[in-house]
């Protein structure tokens, strides 16, 4: 722990907006029935519902569930039997008791929500309740609207949903998502971070963000994927492979975008630690393979090899590493000689001659992980990394299931100069979403598969999630020249 | 409303005596297991547990189940398929989030029991629940401890369970039960301030009652079976004829144990209305029966008829009438009239010659309800009502399922010349809930059906209920000498 560092991350602690929503819309409740109250838009905020009665005297306790929905599809969904591998506790539920109505129920938790389903549970056969009004207090530390870009109805349709996805996720932290797990995550900050440089320009929650990580960063100088700010700042357990290196290229986006020289000399030791601690994992500049689940992330499908993906993630990073100590001025002959070592492993092992895709593990997968991420680290020119995409496109490959991993296919596309198809991924995915109804972005998409879902049960899937947010960044920085 | 009087209510409000019992006993829980915490005795209060967790930091919220048990059989008792005709609203149990471990939880609700079991229903795998310690803030406003009285040691553990049941129902108002219906019921007030004054004088008590229930008398005058405090005094609409009699010898009771003459020149005159609206119900002297449910209490037994019960209640009110009457000096030359006729058309029409037993209602049913009420009202002498209680006892009669029912039967065999009888029908049925391990006595106590509910599922029941407190009233009026 770095007291110093996390002493600067509590001084860039923002102030939250509020902003009070009311629907004044009267349902009377008996005993078993609900009603649906839509805010027209997802938020993220504490709910105040006044409550009374009609009929005899309240002579028995309002049993009252509360079920908080960010999509409306989740308003029917049946989450009494969820047995998913996560907590059930995510799930958007309460159970209430109220002894004496009238009543103005202040509920204590933040939810993340468009829609609040009300349902009398029980009540006596005497009286029925009165739901009179809700009001929500929505909070963000995003500090105003954004003008819409994009060139077509579509594109800025596909913007709005985007920005208020980064908007809801900017609180006190950048988190993951409001719902869930509503924590700063460094693969989700890095892509918050590109987007709000385009956007709401909110720059010290990110330096905010890169102090957590780096004050809680542990002994060996690794950086959790996670931190927790909650009772107090502290790293979580969970180290994976990609994530504490992507604090490296996190770390040069925000003096490139900041020009705040000074943090990336106070950083720069820390960022390239990570590359040093990273390295252990290779045995001849090759990255070992691992069992482990969640050794290394890329993408929420349990079916995906990341021994390939880990390379170029490497590699990328550490090409991060040297573009960050030249802007400071900083010797990078060694970072270079071990990124030419890495990149000819990479290629001399993942590289599959026959198929010419990058292929991963004992079993030679073909996915887009491996080679998206091999075409970010540039181990092959532009214009075949060009190539590789478009065979990546007709391949029998493993496909995406994140709008994370689709980020990083698109901006693959345009980094190799196949701007227009990247254009069309993004519009076909994103605005997929957006058909579905969406008000912000999800965490996971497989447009082949709506019922998608990691944790076994869709009912805790996130509606909101960071990683969702860049249409915003790509329709600014690429798409509107 | 009688806004005076009301007043007057006000004003007698007591201040609760608290006391704080603390559990320091550390379980620690995965999801899905819980612990139990015992008291050690039956408690009327506040909970606050210190909660933590071990493990990784707390990645998802801990939903944990609480269950308030006033005896040890409810703690494993299937409370999740309640399907009983009153609220399940009024099962002890509450569900809560909390997001950020360690925190002291203070649920904001009041409770009755003995036992707490706490369930961890969904952690993550990542870390366990602790539960640190339990404080409990009990409430009471019964002033002190009184020594308990018995000639033997069965005597004195009736003696002290129903002295902690009156102790338990001492709130702001005599509660029938602090489970349920935690509310001022006249036919339970009348036997805890019988209780009362032989107990913990608690006076002030019984008048803010009675203040309480004449106060929100209807516009015709007619006394409610029940009043509300929260949010705002007000009467039940449910009026039941035995309850609103019984106002006169709750009041009789009251100016006799206290001598607060004013109390009955203030209130005379509506519990004598009592008897004026009762007797629109009359055809001919002959209470006309009838199918509503509840339209007269005597015991919670669905099957049992009430008019012959209804016209003994009848005439014992009046009876305490014309005593009340006396005392302030006033005329009950009309009222004793009206006895003389409503007693004749009570051995008329309900006493069977040939079973010589009272029978009610179109079938003739012989119940306990209708003898008990019609030697209390003391149509025949003690010495006929001796030999009716006799050959009730063997009779085929419909029994009583409520101490309730159960103290008439007793303070009728003590009426008519029984004490001993009366000791052991009091030793016999009080002591057998002892024996089950009861702290408090129960609203319901069928020796011979241990599952009674008048409710559909016993979890409903309350296990400290008001009514079953009149050992302490029959020891220490009959049985010390």
Same mark, same amino acid.
């Given at each position: 722990?770095?007291?110093?560092?996390?002493?600067?991350?509590?001084?860039? =602690?923002?102030?939250?907006?509020?902003?009070?929503?009311?629907?004044?819309?009267?349902?009377?409740?008996?005993?078993? %029935?609900?009603?649906?109250?839509?805010?027209?838009?997802?938020?993220?905020?504490?709910?105040?519902?006044?409550?009374?009665?009609?009929?005899?005297?309240?002579?028995?306790?309002?049993?009252?569930?509360?079920?908080?929905?960010?999509?409306?599809?989740?308003?029917?969904?049946?989450?009494?039997?969820?047995?998913?591998?996560?907590?059930?506790?995510?799930?958007?539920?309460?159970?209430?008791?109220?002894?004496?109505?009238?009543?103005?129920?202040?509920?204590?938790?933040?939810?993340?929500?468009?829609?609040?389903?009300?349902?009398?549970?029980?009540?006596?056969?005497?009286?029925?309740?009165?739901?009179?009004?809700?009001?929500?207090?929505?909070?963000?530390?995003?500090?105003?609207?954004?003008?819409?870009?994009?060139?077509?109805?579509?594109?800025?349709?596909?913007?709005?949903?985007?920005?208020?996805?980064?908007?809801?996720?900017?609180?006190?932290?950048?988190?993951?998502?409001? =719902?869930?797990? =509503?924590?700063?995550?460094?693969?989700?900050?890095?892509?918050?971070?590109?987007?709000?440089?385009?956007?709401?320009? +909110?720059?010290?929650?990110?330096?905010?963000?890169?102090?957590?990580?780096?004050?809680?960063?542990?002994?060996?100088?690794?950086?959790?994927?996670?931190?927790?700010?909650?009772?107090?700042?502290?790293?979580?357990?969970?180290?994976?492979?990609?994530?504490?290196?992507?604090?490296?290229?996190?770390?040069?986006?925000?003096?490139?975008?900041?020009?705040?020289?000074?943090?990336?000399?106070?950083?720069?030791?820390?960022?390239?630690?990570?590359? %040093?601690?990273?390295?252990?994992?290779?045995?001849?500049?090759?990255?070992?393979?691992?069992?482990?689940?969640?050794?290394?992330?890329?993408?929420?499908?349990?079916?995906?090899?990341?021994?390939?993906?880990?390379?170029?993630?490497?590699?990328?990073?550490?090409?991060?590493?040297?573009?960050?100590?030249?802007?400071?001025? =900083?010797?990078?002959?060694?970072?270079?000689?071990?990124?030419?070592?890495?990149?000819?492993?990479?290629?001399?092992?993942?590289?599959?001659?026959?198929?010419?895709?990058?292929?991963?593990?004992?079993?030679?997968?073909?996915?887009?992980?491996?080679?998206?991420?091999?075409?970010?680290?540039?181990?092959?020119?532009?214009?075949?990394?060009?190539?590789?995409?478009?065979?990546?496109?007709?391949?029998?490959?493993?496909?995406?299931?994140?709008?994370?991993?689709? +980020?990083?296919?698109?901006?693959?596309?345009?980094?190799?100069?196949?701007?227009?198809?990247?254009?069309?991924?993004?519009?076909?995915?994103?605005?997929?979403?957006?058909?579905?109804?969406?008000?912000?972005?999800?965490?996971?998409?497989?447009?082949?598969?709506?019922?998608?879902?990691?944790?076994?049960?869709?009912?805790?899937?996130?509606?909101?999630?960071?990683?969702?947010?860049?249409?915003?960044?790509?329709?600014?920085?690429?798409?509107?020249?």
């Amino acid at each position: 722990m770095n007291k110093k560092m996390l002493q600067k991350a509590k001084a860039l =602690k923002p102030r939250l907006c509020h902003e009070i929503k009311t629907i004044e819309q009267k349902e009377i409740l008996k005993a078993g %029935e609900s009603a649906v109250f839509d805010f027209g838009n997802h938020y993220v905020g504490y709910l105040t519902v006044k409550l009374s009665s009609v009929g005899s005297p309240q002579d028995a306790p309002a049993f009252i569930k509360f079920k908080f929905c960010e999509t409306s599809p989740e308003i029917e969904e049946d989450t009494a039997n969820y047995h998913g591998w996560i907590s059930k506790s995510w799930l958007q539920e309460e159970w209430v008791h109220i002894d004496v109505l009238p009543c103005t129920l202040k509920l204590p938790r933040r939810y993340a929500f468009r829609y609040v389903k009300i349902e009398a549970v029980a009540l006596s056969s005497k009286f029925d309740l009165v739901i009179n009004s809700l009001s929500l207090d929505a909070v963000t530390s995003a500090p105003e609207e954004i003008k819409l870009s994009g060139a077509s109805e579509k594109e800025k349709a596909i913007d709005r949903v985007a920005l208020r996805t980064l908007r809801e996720c900017m609180q006190y932290e950048f988190e993951d998502g409001p =719902k869930r797990d =509503k924590r700063l995550w460094l693969g989700d900050l890095r892509l918050q971070a590109l987007a709000n440089y385009q956007t709401f320009k +909110h720059n010290d929650l990110v330096k905010r963000c890169l102090y957590l990580f780096a004050g809680t960063a542990n002994n060996q100088g690794e950086i959790s994927a996670c931190v927790f700010t909650q009772p107090k700042v502290i790293a979580d357990d969970t180290y994976m492979f990609d994530y504490s290196l992507l604090f490296i290229p996190t770390l040069l986006d925000y003096v490139c975008a900041t020009n705040d020289i000074a943090l990336g000399e106070e950083l720069y030791p820390l960022a390239v630690k990570q590359l %040093e601690l990273a390295a252990k994992n290779f045995d001849n500049d090759v990255v070992r393979d691992s069992d482990k689940l969640g050794w290394c992330f890329l993408d929420w499908n349990l079916y995906l090899n990341k021994q390939c993906g880990a390379q170029a993630v490497y590699i990328y990073c550490a090409k991060s590493a040297v573009a960050l100590l030249k802007l400071l001025g =900083k010797d990078t002959k060694q970072l270079e000689c071990d990124i030419e070592n890495k990149s000819k492993a990479m290629l001399d092992r993942f590289f599959d001659s026959e198929l010419k895709l990058f292929v991963s593990g004992k079993d030679k997968q073909v996915s887009y992980a491996s080679n998206v991420w091999a075409c970010l680290a540039q181990v092959l020119s532009n214009e075949e990394n060009a190539k590789l995409l478009e065979r990546l496109a007709v391949a029998d490959a493993v496909k995406p299931v994140t709008p994370y991993m689709y +980020h990083h296919y698109v901006q693959a596309l345009i980094d190799c100069g196949l701007k227009q198809k990247a254009r069309t991924v993004m519009t076909d995915y994103w605005g997929a979403m957006v058909e579905t109804g969406a008000d912000t972005f999800y965490e996971l998409f497989d447009p082949e598969n709506p019922e998608e879902s990691p944790y076994g049960n869709k009912a805790v899937n996130s509606y909101c999630h960071a990683w969702s947010c860049t249409p915003s960044y790509f329709i600014r920085k690429y798409f509107e020249r």
